[in-house]
Every structure is written in structure tokens, then in C-alpha cells.
């Protein structure tokens, strides 16, 4: 099947209506889109609690189980050993910073030491403990009311007897704190005058696009919560359109700096730091965190020491002067220099995503060592096998491709291309070899149409092409069956739900690689993927994920080549794990090889197409996940 350069527009539009009335769900196949017929199985029902408040229910629990305060607080803080305690630690305002300082010696900062409680004191003060729906830890300090009355919380409060001797040390924390505080404010202030209305016109301005290109995220900034994220949004995203009143950064751009608040001015200038020193990708980096210039110091210095590590050859990243906004962009600019020269070499970049407060951290992998050379070798024996290629490593399979790539656009095995059977077999391959529930591959049906289009410039078409322009391989384990009750029905549905929503990753990436005609400015896409990634609990907020069991992924993006133009996440491979253990280092380095291996045959396929040969991927609709899968 072609897909056209203009879907439904050359087809009869009775026709095209009448398929759009059909499902396109597997088992429901030429029925009525929301039909349900009285033999076929239900879908698998999602409770409206499951995932991300049911782990905070989880949480509290054990936190009002604990033994003592010290064992609960640590609960609280890895949302029952689900995240480092790091990034809960850095979510705090300045007050309950001090007091857990105080009250339980847990702090961020490497150089604070703890304080000790002695025991059996008199209580001055009875505070309290609580988690809110966002989950972040809340405390009663002095100076605030009861908990009750500030947030949602899951449940509710822990009371905690203070003695006046932490009274007295929780006034000496909170000085130093508020005092670190306000100098970073007047730092922040200092340096939006000096940029001027202009210079801050395109600050406010380069953000805006950023929370519209940036998946969701959450940062704070003393009490203030600042997100692009579902209902609680206030910031530009998927509900708040650039320019909405309700938008921070848009309302900003008519106040008076002298009228900005604090959290205001802090967020502004700490999220520029964090954008110049990575581009948008190291937003999320802060996900979850407040934003002051002693916490972006912290995430900046982190990065410094990693690059540093990973390339000892070249001049050393010099730390900051100082925590100061000048000192600290310095340091921004610099590290985004040296990650472009780490990019550019054999130094692999990659992310942990902890999934229940979407939080990222950049690592940089260590060497390839037995077990990803074992992984790579069993899938390279398994492709030589079913494919016209040979190879012990991924290299050699890719040299002999490029050897003779001619097969990529004649039928082979059940497939009407090779290019087809390559995709299947190497994700087939994946889902065995990496011991994976279900693995898959996406990328674009018809590479004559993107060729077409590039050539003639017509950048508004390739905009409005849709879902369907796009396909994702999945191939799930035969276990897997067992998280969907042993059915082969569901387990079809469940995959292609997957690919249908990889399909959208496709379209939501494809755009943003080319020229920012209005058209494509206008059209919904985020910045694509470029570094590959680990993510532990992902079942948490998506309720995609949460219907599939996306529980531990890898993910590596790719980039292909088409005429001569590189496209960023054009495809990418992903390995998910339902239960069990966690996949690790070595599997992401084996796993971005394999990714690597697709995207290569993709960019010589649209060589091939380039130079006059028809590639048309047409298999991996959702009629073949059943038959595959169902049948």
C-alpha cells in the first residue's frame, strides 16, 4: 500500500468515512468503532487510582509504619524506594530544607553535616509530616499552619514533637538558608535589569518555546510549582497555548521587573542557565527540583565532573568562580560545548528517567564489556541467519549492507521489502535476546513521499500528514501473554496500542527537524530524542503505560539521512520489561547497536529511493500485529 503525499484527499470521501467508522483495534477488525460485541473479550480494565496513587497510598503506609522518624522521612523522600532521595531532597522550599536538616540530619548539601537529637527532650513544637498528590514530602514548621490546610495530601499527617533545642537550631539553618536565598533573588534581579526590556523579551520568549517543545516537566521555586503538565499546568504546553494569560512567562512579559515576584525571577534565570548549557533536554535534568543558583550549581558541577571523566584528553571544564549567575552561565556555555565534543566522539551520552516524578539524570556509559559483547553476538548470529547479511558484530553486518543494499527494496521472506524484513527480524531478534516482554521499532511508511516533498520544498505538506504516514513494529515475547490473563486477543491489542502510540512519537519528531516555515512552527512537535536512555517505573502517570505494563524500558533513538539531511529520532528501538529486574548499562549499549543497525538500512533505503527505486513499507498496520500475534 502507497501512503499518499495527502491522506483521505485522492480517496472517495464515502469510502474514507466509512473506514474511518471501523476500529482499528485488532480483535474488533471491520466492526463499528465502539462496538462491542457479546463474545469478545473486555479490554483490561485501569482502576482510576492505579499507578502513580497507588504507589503514594504504598508510600504513606510504609512511611506510618516506620520504626522511627529517620526510617520514615527516608520513605517519604524515595517515595518507598522508587527515586534517589536526592531529588526529593532538592524539591524542598528553604524551610523544610532547614527542618529536616535539623530534625533528621537529611540534607542535599554535601558539605552540611547532621544534627544530633538527643533523646527523650520535652516537645516545644508538635509539626507534622505529610506527602501530597504530587509527591512531594510537606512539613509543619513553626511558622505555617497545619498541613491540612495547604495541599492535597495522599492521607494523612505524621506528628512530629520538636524539642527547643531544634527550635533554636532550626532558627540557625533557616537564617542561612534564607540568607542563600535572597542573595541568589538579588543576583537573578541584577542580572534581568542589566539584559534590559529587549533582553528580556527573548529570554521569555526562548522559554515559552521551550515548555511547548519540552515533554512534561515540574520544577519549583520556593512554595511556587511551575509545570507544563495536565490540569495543573501553568505554563505553555499541551492546554495553555503561547500567550495565555495564564501562562507565567507570558504574563511576565508586560509586569514590570520591579513587580516580578522572587520565584519568578528565580525560575526565569535558573531555567535559562539549564537551557544554555544543554539545550531543552536539560529541563527535565531538573525535573521535580527547586530552581535556585545553588541547585543549578549542583547540576552544573555534577555534569562538569562526568565530561571531565569522559574525556581526560581534553582541557578540563574549570568550575564556576562562584555561584553567581555570570560565573554559572560561563560554566553553561562551556559544558555545551564539550557535550557537542563528547556527541561528536566515541563517549556515549545517556539518561536514567525515574518515572514517578519524570526526573532525568545525564550519565556517561563506561566501556562495553562481556555481557553487552554477548548480547550483540547473539543477535548478530540470530540476523545472519534470517537475513541476506553476515556478520559477528554489528559492524561487519552494517559493512556487508552497505555492500550490497540493492535487497532492501526487493521481497524477502513473508515481506514485500527487505527493508521490512529487517525491521521485523532485528526486533524479533531484540524482544528474545534481551529477555524483553515486547520490543519494537517505528519509522515512515513511504520514504518516496518524504523525498518527493524535500525536493520540492513543500514543507507545509509534510505537516499535515498524519498517524497513519508512520509504523512501529512490535513483537512481544510468547510469555507475555501472561500479563494480559493468557490472551493472545488482548496481548494483540496491547501491542498495537504501542504501536499506534510510537506512531504518534514519529509524527510528533519528524517536523522539528526542518526549516520553521509557519506551517511547521504552528504544528504541534517536540524537540526529538538524541541520546539514548534507561527508565525504571514507568507506569505511573501515563495511562498508556499504565494499560501495557511499561514498567522498564530502553530506548535508543537514531538518526537517519535522507537527502543529504540528517533527521534527529527519526526511529528508535525500545526494549520493555513488565516485572522483574531493571535493564542496565550494558543492555543500553548492546540495544543502541542494534537501533544504530535499523537506522543505517533506513538511510541507505532512502539513498536507494533517492536514486529512483520504490520502498514502501506497508506491513505492521493492524491487521499483521494480529495475525502475528493473535493468529
Excluded at 527547643?164 to 542573595?183: F, G, P, S
Excluded at 514519529?506 to 539514548?532: C, G, M, Q, T, Y
Amino acid at each position: 500500500m502507497t501512503i499518499p503525499t495527502e491522506p483521505d484527499r485522492t480517496l472517495d470521501r464515502r469510502a474514507a468515512m466509512a473506514k474511518a467508522r471501523q476500529s482499528r483495534r485488532p480483535s474488533r477488525l471491520g466492526s463499528a468503532a465502539g462496538a462491542t460485541r457479546a463474545t469478545e473479550e473486555p479490554g483490561r480494565p485501569t482502576e482510576k487510582d492505579a499507578g502513580f496513587p497507588a504507589l503514594l497510598r504504598q508510600t504513606w503506609q510504609q512511611a506510618v509504619d516506620a520504626p522511627d522518624l529517620g526510617t520514615a522521612v527516608d520513605t517519604l523522600l524515595t517515595l518507598a524506594g522508587h527515586v534517589p532521595a536526592d531529588i526529593q531532597l532538592r524539591a524542598l522550599p528553604v524551610e523544610a530544607e532547614a527542618a529536616l536538616k535539623v530534625l533528621v540530619g537529611r540534607n542535599w548539601r554535601k558539605d552540611d553535616r547532621a544534627t544530633d537529637r538527643p533523646e527523650g527532650a520535652s516537645t516545644a513544637f508538635l509539626g507534622e509530616l505529610g506527602l501530597d498528590r504530587s509527591g512531594r514530602i510537606l512539613v509543619r514548621v513553626p511558622s505555617k499552619g497545619p498541613l491540612s490546610g495547604e495541599a492535597e495530601l495522599v492521607d494523612g499527617v505524621l506528628r512530629v514533637p520538636w524539642s527547643a533545642e531544634d527550635l533554636a537550631d532550626y532558627q540557625v539553618e533557616l537564617a542561612l538558608a534564607a540568607d542563600r536565598w535572597y542573595a541568589s533573588v538579588r543576583d537573578c534581579r541584577n542580572w534581568l535589569l542589566a539584559a534590559g526590556a529587549e533582553g528580556r523579551r527573548e529570554v521569555l520568549e526562548q522559554l515559552t518555546e521551550a515548555a511547548l517543545r519540552t515533554a512534561p516537566f515540574v520544577l519549583y521555586a520556593g512554595e511556587r510549582r511551575y509545570t507544563n503538565f495536565r490540569d495543573q499546568n501553568n505554563l505553555t504546553g499541551k492546554t495553555l497555548r503561547p500567550g495565555h494569560p495564564d501562562c507565567v512567562l507570558s504574563s511576565l512579559r508586560t509586569i514590570p521587573l520591579e513587580l516580578w515576584a522572587d520565584s519568578d525571577v528565580l525560575f526565569v534565570v535558573c531555567l535559562t542557565l539549564l537551557v544554555r548549557s544543554a539545550g531543552y533536554a536539560r529541563i527535565e535534568e531538573a525535573n521535580g527540583t527547586q530552581l535556585t543558583l545553588d541547585h543549578v550549581a549542583l547540576l552544573l558541577e555534577r555534569t562538569r565532573t562526568a565530561y571531565n571523566t569522559a574525556a581526560p584528553e581534553l582541557p578540563a571544564v574549570p568550575p564556576p568562580a562562584a555561584h553567581s549567575v555570570l560565573a554559572l552561565g560561563e560554566l553553561a556555555d562551556a559544558l555545551a560545548a564539550r557535550r557537542r565534543e563528547l556527541r561528536g566522539s566515541s563517549v556515549q551520552l545517556y539518561r536514567e528517567i525515574y518515572g514517578p516524578l519524570m526526573h532525568k539524570i545525564e550519565r556517561v556509559a563506561g566501556p562495553v564489556k562481556d555481557d553487552a559483547a554477548r548480547l550483540e553476538a547473539a543477535l548478530c548470529a540470530r540476523l545472519s541467519e534470517r537475513l541476506p547479511v553476515s556478520g559477528a558484530t554489528f559492524a561487519e553486518l552494517s559493512a556487508a549492507l552497505e555492500g550490497s543494499p540493492g535487497w532492501l527494496a526487493e521481497p524477502h521472506g513473508d515481506f514485500g521489502s527487505g527493508l521490512e524484513s529487517l525491521v521485523y527480524e532485528t526486533v524479533a531478534a531484540a524482544t528474545a535476546v534481551f529477555d524483553a516482554d515486547f520490543a519494537m521499532s517505528r519509522g515512515m511508511r513511504s520514504l518516496p513521499a518524504l523525498i518527493e516533498a524535500l525536493r520540492a520544498e513543500a514543507y507545509p505538506t509534510i505537516a499535515e500528514w498524519e498517524i497513519p504516514h508512520f509504523f512501529c513494529c512490535v513483537v512481544p515475547s510468547e510469555e507475555s501473554k501472561r500479563f494480559f490473563d493468557g490472551s493472545a486477543s488482548r496481548l494483540a491489542d496491547t501491542a498495537w496500542a504501542i504501536s499506534s502510540r510510537m506512531q504518534y512519537n514519529s509524527w510528533h519528531f519528524l517536523v522539528a527537524n526542518l526549516p520553521k516555515v509557519p506551517e511547521i512552527a504552528a504544528r504541534d512537535h517536540f524537540v526529538p530524542p538524541a541520546i539514548p536512555d534507561l527508565a525504571y517505573y514507568s507506569d505511573q502517570h501515563h495511562n498508556g503505560h499504565l494499560a501495557a505494563r511499561v514498567r522498564f524500558t530502553v530506548r535508543s533513538p537514531q538518526a537517519v539521512e535522507v537527502l543529504g539531511r540528517r533527521f534527529d529520532g527519526f526511529m528508535d528501538l525500545r526494549l520493555l520489561r513488565c516485572e522483574g529486574l531493571p535493564f542496565d548499562e550494558q543492555d543500553l549499549l548492546a540495544a543502541d547497536r542494534t537501533s544504530a543497525f535499523i537506522a543505517g538500512a533506513t538511510s541507505l533505503a532512502a539513498a536507494l529511493v533517492a536514486g529512483g527505486t520504490d520502498i514502501e513499507v506497508t506491513a505492521f498496520d493492524s491487521r499483521w500485529h494480529w495475525a502475528t500475534i493473535a493468529e
